[in-house]
């Protein structure tokens, strides 16, 4: 199984920035759809944001939109998430997951990502 790694997290000020990255272990991402999800403390693990296996297609939550960016680099194996101008309402853990199934989609339900990382804290001091 493809095991997804978070790297990192850490603790900002608002309005300061963050490199978020999943490296793959146990194999490779790269024909395979990453999503970035969060989860704070009391509320549901929601969508961040999702990238094809190619890099070419791409979906943002709204609440990331002009503030994050996802990417991937397969000669790498890794996804990166990089997030500006970070806000209070950011904080939460990151988690890094793979939707392995065969389709064009990029989806933001949770239960269609199969593999999770263990994921990094990232933290928003306003």
């Known amino acids: 199984q493809v095991q997804p790694v978070e790297s990192g997290g850490g603790l900002v000020q608002a309005g300061g920035s963050l490199r978020l990255s999943c490296a793959a272990s146990?194999?490779?991402?790269?024909?395979?759809?990453i999503g970035w999800f969060r989860q704070a403390p009391g509320k549901e693990r929601e969508f961040v944001a999702a990238?094809?296996?190619?890099?070419?297609?791409?979906r943002y939550a709204e609440s990331a939109k002009g503030r994050f960016t996802i990417s991937r680099d397969n000669n790498k194996n890794t996804i990166s998430l990089q997030m500006n101008n970070l806000k209070p309402e950011d904080t939460a853990t990151y988690y890094c997951?793979?939707?392995?199934?065969?389709?064009?989609?990029?989806?933001?339900?949770?239960?269609?990502?199969?593999?999770w990382g263990q994921g990094t804290q990232v933290t928003v001091s306003s």
């Open positions: 997951a793979v939707d392995v199934r065969d389709t064009l989609t990029l989806t933001q339900t949770v239960g269609a990502y199969f593999y």
């Open positions: 146990g194999g490779t991402f790269n024909r395979y759809k």
């Open positions: 990238i094809t296996a190619t890099g070419m297609g791409i």
